[in-house]
């Protein structure tokens, strides 16, 4: 959907998306082509991460190491960012990020932990908590004006310890014997553009 506020561009891909419930040769998968987007791709400065985080190389091995000091450099950026915007998306979850941090990394773990959520799989659970993890990251580092979705989709699933952990989840839960892991774990954790990367934790 683009960079948060920019309801031009967000209105253009609803209005694309919308138009392919007409078409009939379906299933459809269709890039979306916008000049505008690409205009304002071509005008932006290039961005960086508002803090400065400890690079790759010093937590490649051990990533579940440096979540902790990521996200106690990135949470000033996150509470700044949401006063202004006054909303959060952040939640889904049900666990505030320490716990969502400490959930994950149980599983990473011991794939056979014990889960005994009311309405929730553990598949599921893990989901949720994943989808936390990202939008708590994103929340943090769209805090300058004209941000990019993509370049911050780039800096997350390749720079930093969250990303790499989220990579790790995703090819364990791929590799597990329950089936609802295993599908989620496949599509659910880890979006198209950066399956790539799963090879590299296996490696």
């Known amino acids: 959907m683009g960079a948060p506020d920019s309801p031009g561009l967000q209105r253009r891909v609803l209005e694309a998306g919308l138009g392919l419930l007409a078409r009939s040769d379906v299933p459809v998968l269709e890039n979306f082509s916008d000049q505008d987007y690409r205009t304002v791709n071509e005008k932006t400065d290039c961005w960086s991460c508002p803090v400065n985080l400890p690079p790759r190389t010093c937590w490649i091995k ?3 190491e440096a979540l902790a000091r990521e996200i106690s450099l990135l949470a000033p950026c996150r509470v700044s960012n949401n006063a202004k915007t006054g909303r959060t998306v952040f939640g889904v979850s049900g666990l505030d990020v320490h716990e969502i941090v400490t959930f994950i990394n149980s599983f990473i773990a011991d794939q ?6 009311k309405d929730e799989s553990l598949a599921q659970k893990l989901k949720f908590a994943a989808d936390d993890l990202k939008v708590w990251y994103y929340e943090a580092a769209s805090l300058q004006p004209g941000t990019i979705s993509e370049e911050i989709s780039e800096w997350f699933w390749c720079e930093t310890a969250a ?3 989220l990579l790790q989840l995703a090819s364990l839960m791929k590799i597990s014997n329950e089936k609802q892991l295993t599908i989620i774990g496949n599509k659910g ?15």
Not at 189 to 203: E, G, M, N, S, T
């Open 163 to 165: 990303g790499e952990t």
């Open 112 to 117: 056979s932990i014990a889960f005994s959520g």
């Open 189 to 203: 954790i880890v979006p198209r553009d950066f399956q790539h990367l799963i090879a590299r934790i296996k490696d």
């Open 62 to 64: 051990y990533p579940s």
